[in-house]
């Protein structure tokens, strides 16, 4: 079978792409013709002008390049073993449009490919360009949000019932649906848990590190609550504490531990090398899952459904940071439990993607 996947290409997340990259691997592992379709649309947040920069900004920038190393050529190097088509991205309803029958299916998926706060509201991840209910099919999007408002609303319950095939990553997406449409659909994991965890280590690349144990500390937005809680069990239980990105202040200082230039393969060597990870990124999560990491990893009061959700299927709230963590003793996570569940979880998400694609 012919698959397009719709996602994040050419993104500068490391779960973006490492999602794109696991439901890439788990189709073309099963014998199928997968491409990921080029699409990056200008709406999406990775890729909107942001203004006119100050001449503060301007400073910042041009010291920066000393000291923090640019991320663009490992992503770059890490995305060539994907196909993708076209090899020139495209960016508009006319071009996107004009591949579609190309595919016999299209999915679209994984990621916030749902989100209107990441997306812009980008009616084609809806796969509004296509005509085709046989060839429509999500696999783990997540919405990102508790519910769908504002004008499209309605526009969005339609395209979504004109799916052949539909699924969510989180509880309250499906909830969503089923709102919208009337339909019920199942929730699946993230296509980075489908993979074997011997896959990632294929993957992942080590980087020179500062001799001795250390806690990776990666998070999606800053949070001063949670960066002092790492330093503070670092300096407990005599580990280094090791930052990927932060602020141009600590690069410059001998005793901090950023790290810049870190692409996907990077990232998983970070995780994989590490005691314990301090997160409260998704994917931060999901991989120290993969690779059975003990791990702490904090709500805030714009968490979305998809960390909540994955942090209640396997049961992991002993691992969560708030308020009431007054102690920094450090985590067990029973993973004899948590490898059990996941394997559940993965035989009910590949059956659901067999059915994508067998018909």
Known sequence: MKIGILTFPNSPSHGASLQMFGLYYTLLKKGHDVEIINYTSPRVIHRRKNGKKTLRSRMVGFVSG???????????????????????????TDEIKAIASRYDRIIVGSDQVWNPVVTGGDLNFYL??????????????SFGISEVTGNDKDEIAELLADFKYLCVREKRGAEIIKELTGKDVPVVIDPTLLVEKSVWEEKKKNIKLPKGKYVLFYTIKPSPKLKKFAQDFCDKHNYTLITIGGRLREFIRWDKHPVSGIGPAEFLGL?????????????????SIIFNKNFYVEYSSDTNSRLTNIVDTFKLSNCVVNEDTLQVEPVKVDYENVNRILKKEKDKSLNYLEAVVSE
Do not use: C, L, R
Not at 128 to 141: E, G, L, R, T, V
């Open 66 to 92: 000393f000291f923090v190393k640019s991320s663009k050529k490992p992503f770059e190097d890490f995305e060539k073993q994907i196909k993708m088509f076209p090899q020139t991205p495209i960016g508009t």
């Open 128 to 141: 509004k360009f296509s005509d085709n209910p046989m060839q429509k099919a999500s696999y783990a999007p």
């Open 271 to 287: 995780v994989n090398g590490a005691e314990y990870v301090v997160t409260n990124s998704f994917h931060g999560t999901a991989f």
